[in-house]
């Protein structure tokens, strides 16, 4: 959220931004394209972090089978 907050006050002062390097690096701002790509980015933030937050479960469970314990609440 802070990134989007930054950038968007960045336009309304007519600066425009661009990702140097990353995944994204092809995002412009100064263009039409790169503010419509990275006015798509906040509604998918949510969902990859939820993908993100999964799969590092994922790998903890089974990391802790691999140690032979079970993942979740220990039992009462």
Known sequence: MHLIKSVRGL???KIG???LTGQGANIDMT???GRLVFGTFPP???SFERE???GRMTAGLVSALAFGRSGGRPPK
């Open 31 to 33: 263009t039409a394209s």
């Open 52 to 54: 993100l937050i999964s």
């Open 11 to 13: 336009m309304q002062h």
């Open 44 to 46: 998918r933030s949510g």
């Open 17 to 19: 931004s661009r990702v």
